[in-house]
């Protein structure tokens, strides 16, 4: 009788010795889909991780597309047209001019603001915008920036000697005088370095070819 206990008892331990091992692996294995589960987040978190690189590289190109604005668009389009008739009215002086002093004047604004014609249409291009055509839109735009009518285009190939001179001379100041005001306009609200430097570089260049021009008819 106390041997059938004593077996009985035995076979008890061993059975709650099973359950507790049946329970201890459930537990271990509740955690390991604990970790998993974690892991999983992790996971997760680690996939979404290459998305920074990806918009910090989208945020590069942003910042490369915002070299330059809306406002060096304007003054590219604007000075182009604005610089081709310059040299229109500079290459009248030499068979019409008397005074060498303007004929001077007007070779060195051709000189000048013909490379800036093919630096101004590189940058629209290189932007994707148009570049204006040539021609009549040189004329149509006269009421900006001193651009100069048709009619006094016409004037101004009829005129020679003193005459021309004159009408050179006072129909360049009124020219210059918007070219310095479009490059202001530029330096104030453009984003594109080389653009709100060449503005400078015209502010200064036609400021001092202005006075040379009042100069040239007394009013200096």
Known sequence: MIRKRSLMHRTAVVAAAGTTALVLAACAGSGDDGSAGHGGHAATASSSAPSSPSASASASASAAQGQHNAADVAFAKGMIPHHRQAVEMADLAPGRARSAEV????ADIKKAQDPEIRTLSGWLTSW????????????????MGGMMTAEEMTGLE???????????????????????????TEQADGAHGPAKK???EIIDSQSAEIEQMNALLGKG
């Open 103 to 106: 004929k001077k004047l007007a």
């Open 128 to 143: 994707g915008e148009d570049v204006p055509a040539e021609g009549a839109m040189d004329h149509s735009a006269h009421g």
């Open 158 to 184: 009829n005129a020679s000697g003193t005459a021309f001179d004159t009408a050179f001379t006072e129909l360049m100041i009124k020219h210059h005088e918007g070219a310095v005001e479009m490059a202001r």
């Open 198 to 200: 060449m503005a400078g």
